[in-house]
């Protein structure tokens, strides 16, 4: 199982980062929703075709989960609070300190079984 941590610039509202996942490269953007205190993530191919648009930031949850998009990912993203409260991102800041963006690699015996 390889999980990695995903960086995210929490200073300022709206960013991307080109990552790659698996040997493939994704471009994520991600905003934050001030008037909904909340970290939205939208997901495109190299060529910024969309796979994955709006996903909210929570934690626990599959994100990929209600995605049948076979271009996405193969493993599982997921949003994991550090401090063990289980609490989404409630401030711009949390996400990438106490709430933290992570993939876990599709070769996991978790997500094979």
Do not use: H, K
Not at 17 to 27: H, T
Not at 90 to 103: E, F, H, M, Q, W
Request: charged share 25%; glycine share 6%; proline share 4%.
């Amino acid at each position: 199982m390889t999980m990695i941590e995903l960086p995210v610039d929490t200073t300022t509202t709206a960013n991307e980062e080109i990552l790659q996942l698996e040997g493939v490269e994704y471009l994520f953007r991600f905003y934050w929703l001030d008037r909904s205190s909340v970290w939205v993530l939208n997901i495109y191919d190299q060529d910024e075709n969309e796979l994955a648009l709006g996903l909210r930031l929570v934690v626990n949850v599959s994100l990929f989960g209600r995605f049948q998009d076979t271009r996405l990912p193969p493993g599982m993203l997921l949003c994991s609070d550090l401090s063990g409260a289980d609490e989404d991102p409630r401030v711009i800041t949390d996400l990438g300190t106490r709430v933290i963006l992570a993939y876990i690699t599709s070769d996991d015996p978790v997500l094979s079984g």
